[in-house]
Nanobody, 122 residues
């Protein structure tokens, strides 16, 4: 399995950005795909996840109503649409795949992309 995240960049507070994660390989074994982020000086944290089969979604409280996770199997791509971004959303964003667990914890994920940096200016 390979995951390739992209789409990061510099965006003003209140703006929008869409991250993409192209996946390949044995992704049929996934239960979930998710997005995590690591802010400067902080540990990596869960952002959102999508159920591989029924596409149910789940978000951390701080991004609910602002971020949307989705996937397009025809394009082998997962997305994170980020709207109304805030300076505290500044982080390296990672996409990941999980074969087990609830999909809400970092330890559930055993496949990771390389990360893409999002910087939100105030």
């Amino acid at each position: 399995v390979q995951l390739q995240a992209s789409g990061g960049g510099l965006v003003q507070s209140g703006g929008s950005l869409r991250l993409s994660c192209v996946y390949s390989g044995r992704t049929f074994s996934f239960l979930y795909m998710g997005w995590f982020r690591q802010a400067p000086g902080k540990e990596r944290a869960f952002v959102a996840r999508i159920n591989w089969i029924n596409t149910n979604t789940y978000y951390t409280d701080s991004v609910k109503g602002r971020f949307t996770i989705s996937k397009d199997n025809a394009k082998n791509t997962m997305y994170l649409q980020m709207n109304s971004v805030r300076p505290e959303d500044t982080a390296i964003y990672y996409c990941a795949g999980a074969r087990y667990g609830s999909g809400n914890r970092e330890r559930d994920y055993d496949y990771w992309g390389q990360g893409t940096l999002v910087t939100v200016s105030s």
